[in-house]
């Protein structure tokens, strides 16, 4: 005798969660300025560009900017970023003209819903071959204003700030 097994409906549609609906505060076109160090007694380098952020039906946003950064002369970056239900992180990449590293990010929004972290690894800044373990962390000062900090993990097991970029609704 033989038995049928009934599978499942799969679905491609995602429902919106209030997570996504977090990230259209993002939308939009922005100005920055940027500022990194990337020696710790080193001067730090500043420089400026834009942003313009949409959305891809309110489950990702895609970043793009276009601006200098400090040793690389123009560059465009894109960044996406959505957040997924099953594992209820937050999830992305970044991707920059001046570098061949497809960074990967993993991250949580904190509790009262204005910092997002997000986790990555990459290349590690002594140009060793080595990968390193990076966290961003986007904090939402205002409706209009926010910061971005990006941080390396050290050799001696501290978080060590090299980039701030401040960004403003145009």
């Known amino acids: 005798m033989e038995t049928s097994t009934v599978q499942p409906e799969l679905t491609m549609k995602a429902e919106l969660q209030k997570e996504h609906q977090w990230l259209a505060k993002l939308l939009g076109e922005w100005t920055y300025e940027i500022e990194v160090t ?8 500043k420089s ?22 400090p040793e690389c002369g123009a560059v465009t970056t894109i960044m996406t970023l959505g957040y997924n239900p099953q594992t209820k992180r937050y999830v992305g990449t970044w991707i920059g003209s001046m570098m061949t590293h497809l960074w990967v990010y ?29 966290r961003d962390l986007l904090v939402f000062k205002s409706d209009d204003y926010r910061v971005l900090t990006s941080h390396v993990l050290g050799d001696d097991g501290k978080w ?9 609704r145009k």
């Open 38 to 45: 990337m020696e710790q007694d080193s001067p730090s380098e």
């Open 48 to 69: 400026t560009g834009t942003e313009s952020v949409r959305s891809l039906d309110g489950l990702w946003i895609v970043a793009e900017g276009q601006g200098n950064m």
């Open 106 to 134: 993993d991250g949580e929004l904190n509790a009262d819903e204005t910092v997002l972290t997000l986790d990555s690894e990459g290349p590690a800044m002594s140009g060793e071959g080595k990968m390193a373990k990076y």
């Open 160 to 168: 060590h700030g090299f980039m701030t970029a401040h960004y403003r």
